[in-house]
């Protein structure tokens, strides 16, 4: 197991801590010392939201900092194509010596700093571009510089172009470019996905992908953050699922005494909220039936008609939210953004859809645990009951006896609840 403590306690901050990551860190410094060397890379690191990204790049500047780099850090935002060059004009403002001096003396890199002539609209038209590309390859050659772009998934155009321009002609300059992404933002239309494939093809480039942490790293992650209650800590890591933003949210709210952060929840929820009416239906529908839901049952129970259906649920998959299990059904991709979805669903209609999910499943064969779930949920207690023990009893036909006594454990409880 891999587990580098590199800083201090926090989150994504020059105080945080960095554990389980040191074989990507290690990938990210050959690409950097070998620019130390001469060679220029390119660096691609993707992972999904808060799985660490930020803290794992700010790592490699403190390393490039030690190695006499001068290291520019620019942010994309959600903001369209409104601000041509946005993340490099925020690189930029940070530059000091040798490399102030030689924006100075490139008056079309000076335009992008505060109190610069206005952009406009001929920014991005192409003999500026071509100045202000060829400009950039000669301020980057006048000393070591490790150049990070964060959040390439909110990248415009302009940002987009400069990425795969600098990606193909960097050779010999000191440099390392390096450029974070989101993978969980990368909808199958999403304009960076063919940049990507491009730029993964070219030798220079270098591909990182951040998996989630293991059990023991997490829990390692959660100690170092101040957890000391072993129960909370591996309830935590349970629902985390590896994410370290999402176990230190998550963390936060156990020790208040509540399920989840707002601002966990709004994370969670955001993706959703971009969905068509349709889609957001269906998405719903899904939270309501579990974790997984099959194919036929999803679509009976949205209302749609086959082709509304599919069109809503190929918005829902490209987007990551809800992915293919098996041959027939679906899954969340994160079991945290079910339990955000049915939790912000109103009660009545939470009730509602129970009730005609319990409605279809009824016609199934061997739906009696499932059953007997969506009737508790939508507030018939008579038919919990009565599914909980059929559930029991298939179950000891199965020849299951702990699941059957769990079923008929779950009926006792049912049954001192049902009013006479």
């Known amino acids: ?170 050779q010999t300059e000191r440099v390392c470019l390096v450029g974070t992404y989101r993978t969980d933002d990368l909808h199958r239309r999403h304009p960076l996905r063919r940049v990507l494939a491009e730029l993964k093809r070219l030798p220079s480039v270098t591909a990182v992908e951040l998996s989630p942490l293991d059990r023991g790293e997490m829990a390692d992650y959660l100690a170092a953050l101040g957890g000391d209650d072993v129960q909370m800590i591996s309830e935590v890591v349970d629902r985390a699922e590896g994410n370290p933003f999402y176990a230190e949210e998550l963390l936060e709210a156990a020790v208040d005494g509540s399920s989840m952060t707002d601002g966990l929840a709004s994370l969670l929820l955001s993706r959703a909220e971009l969905l068509s009416d349709a889609a957001q239906r269906v998405l719903r529908g899904a939270a309501v039936a579990g974790r997984r839901v099959d194919h036929d049952l999803l679509r009976e129970a949205s209302g749609l008609d086959e082709l509304a259906f599919e069109e809503a649920m190929r918005e829902i998959v490209s987007r990551g939210l809800l992915r293919t299990n098996g041959e027939y059904g679906y899954a969340f991709r994160h079991a945290l953004l079910q339990e955000a979805v049915y939790t912000d669903l109103l009660p009545g209609e939470r009730t509602r859809m129970h009730s005609e999910f319990a409605r279809l499943l009824t016609v199934r064969k061997g739906a009696a645990a499932e059953l007997a779930y969506h009737y508790l949920a939508g507030h018939d207690l008579a038919e919990a009951l009565s599914a909980s023990v059929e559930a029991g009893r298939r179950a000891e036909r199965l020849g299951a006896p702990a699941e059957a006594h769990r079923h008929f454990e779950q009926a006792l409880g049912l049954w001192a609840r049902v009013p006479e």
């Open 1 to 170: 197991m891999c587990r580098d403590i590199l800083a201090d306690v926090g989150w994504q901050n020059e105080h945080s801590v960095l554990i389980g990551r040191l074989v990507e860190l290690d990938r990210l410094t050959v690409v950097l010392d070998s620019a130390a060397a001469g060679l220029a890379g390119v660096a691609l690191v993707g992972g999904d939201a808060g799985i660490g990204k930020t803290r794992l790049v700010t790592e490699l500047g403190e390393r490039a900092k030690a190695a006499g780099f001068a290291v520019l850090v620019g942010q994309c935002a959600e903001l369209g194509d409104a601000l041509p060059y946005l993340p490099l004009a925020d690189a930029l403002r940070s530059a000091r010596g040798e490399l102030r001096a030689a924006i100075d003396a490139r008056p079309v890199l000076g335009r992008l700093l505060p109190g610069g002539t206005d952009l406009g609209p001929e920014t991005t038209s192409g003999l500026t571009q071509q100045q202000l590309f060829g400009s950039m390859l000669g301020f980057l050659a006048v000393q070591p510089v490790l150049l990070i772009l964060e959040d390439l998934h909110w990248a415009d155009q302009s940002t987009r172009d400069l990425l795969v321009f600098l990606s193909r002609m960097l």
